[in-house]
C-alpha cells in the first residue's frame, strides 16, 4: 500500500515537473559611427626634359586628388603654398627649388587658371560632401615662366588638408 501511495503521488507530480517556463527580456544593440575622410594625390609634374629655349609658356600640367569621406560628411580640402614659398600661405611665392635655383609656379581650381588653390585665406579651397567612395578632385598647374631658369631637377611638397 504504501508502495502505491508513492507511484500516486509521484505521477500526480508528474505535470509539475514537465512544465516549462519562460522569461523574457529585452537588450540594446549600438554601434557609433563616425565622420571619416582620406585623401591621396598624384605628382603634379610639368616634364622631365623641359627645353626653356622652345617650350611655349606658361606651360601648363595637372593631377588629382582622390577624397574619400564617410557618405554625407561635409568636408573642404585646403593646399598650401609649398615649403618653398616662404610661408604657408603665400600662395604668390609657390617656387620649385634646385638647390638654391627657385621655378615658380602656382596650382589653380579650375582649368581657365584663375583661381588660386589654397587654404581659403586670400585663396579658395574645393568644398563637398562625402558618398563614401573616393571622389577625384583635379589640379591645374602652371609654370608662368621659364625665363632665365638655370638648368636643374626642381622640386616642391604640398601639403593637402581635409577638413570635415
Do not use: E
Not at 509539475?16 to 519562460?22: F, R, Y
Not at 589654397?118 to 567612395?133: F, H
Amino acid at each position: 500500500m504504501k508502495h502505491r501511495t508513492l507511484l500516486a503521488i509521484a505521477a500526480a507530480c508528474l505535470p509539475l515537473l514537465t512544465q516549462a517556463g519562460t522569461a523574457s527580456n529585452s537588450f540594446q544593440v549600438t554601434a557609433t559611427v563616425v565622420s571619416a575622410c582620406t585623401v591621396s594625390g598624384t605628382t603634379l609634374n610639368f616634364g622631365s626634359s623641359i627645353d626653356p629655349l622652345a617650350a611655349a609658356t606658361p606651360l601648363d600640367a595637372t593631377s588629382s586628388l582622390s577624397v574619400q569621406c564617410t557618405n554625407t560628411t561635409p568636408y573642404t580640402v585646403a593646399l598650401n603654398a609649398g615649403v618653398n614659398a616662404g610661408g604657408a600661405s603665400n600662395f604668390g611665392g609657390r617656387a620649385m627649388k634646385s638647390g638654391s635655383n627657385t621655378l615658380a609656379y602656382q596650382l589653380y581650381l579650375d582649368a581657365g587658371r584663375s583661381s588660386v588653390w589654397g587654404d581659403g585665406t586670400g585663396s579658395s579651397t574645393v568644398s563637398g560632401t562625402g558618398t563614401g567612395s573616393a571622389q577625384t578632385l583635379t589640379i591645374y598647374g602652371r609654370l608662368p615662366s621659364l625665363a632665365n631658369v638655370v638648368p636643374g631637377s626642381y622640386t616642391d611638397t604640398v601639403t593637402v588638408t581635409v577638413s570635415y
